[in-house]
T-cell receptor, first 109, second 115 residues
């Protein structure tokens, strides 16, 4: 069992739909990161959170420490949101990030 | 300002050869990370530098892999006697501080293909 699991693996949506990507983890963490990876490999950090909720534009990230679960929401999705979204956790025991396998999101016009 | 840069962007080599991959972090970032990403997978941690020293190298898969950061800025990942299984995208990231609670800024990666 992976320490970080994401669902779904693949997600196809129509433009305008509300999207949720989930992340569950099994280790103690100091922070959870949501990252976006575009075709060709470029990775951009979207959020880093250790509690509660953060919002940036149409993106919202929430975390429930007790349940070891985080969600990334995209409101009013757009084709330019199409990318791989990766959840990564920073474990309390060290300095590394442990990554999920990513969720491939495709938003069709 | 400039982001994290990596060279080369693509490297094709033959099994058994030696390769060096370079990472130029954002100026002033003391923390530098190397990751490896296989097709369809999330990145996998290799090594973390704080300044010139390797603070955590537990992700290096075996002794064919080695990384240096002699002046606390540019880092080089070195792979000896490459194997086909080493084919992957090698990602570098840097951050201001230390540990895993800082925002990490990623480079574009080096795609290594071992024939």
């Amino acid at each position: 069992k992976n320490e970080v699991e994401q669902s779904p693996q693949n997600l196809t949506a129509q433009e305008g739909e509300f999207i949720t990507i989930n992340c569950s983890y099994s280790v103690g963490i100091s922070a959870l990161h949501w990252l976006q990876q575009h075709p060709g490999g470029g990775i951009v950090s979207l959020f880093m959170l250790s509690s509660g909720k953060k919002k940036h534009g149409r993106l919202i990230a929430t975390i429930n420490i007790q349940e070891k679960h985080s969600s990334l929401h995209i409101t009013a999705s757009h084709p330019r949101d199409s990318a791989v979204y990766i959840c990564a956790v920073g474990e309390t025991s060290g300095s590394r990030l442990t990554f999920g396998e990513g969720t491939q999101l495709t938003v069709n016009p | 300002g400039a982001g994290v840069s990596q060279t080369p962007s693509n490297k094709v080599t033959e099994k058994g050869k030696y390769v060096e991959l370079r990472c130029d972090p954002i100026s002033g970032h003391t923390a530098l990370y190397w990751y490896r990403q296989s097709l369809g997978q999330g990145p996998e941690f290799l090594i973390y530098f704080q300044g010139t020293g390797a603070a955590d190298d537990s992700g290096l898969p075996n002794d064919r892999f080695f990384a240096v950061r002699p002046e606390g800025s540019v880092s080089t990942l070195k792979i000896q006697r490459t194997e086909r299984g080493d084919s992957a995208v090698y990602l570098c990231a840097s951050s201001l501080g230390q540990g895993n609670t800082d925002t990490q800024y990623f480079g574009p990666g080096t795609r290594l293909t071992v024939l």
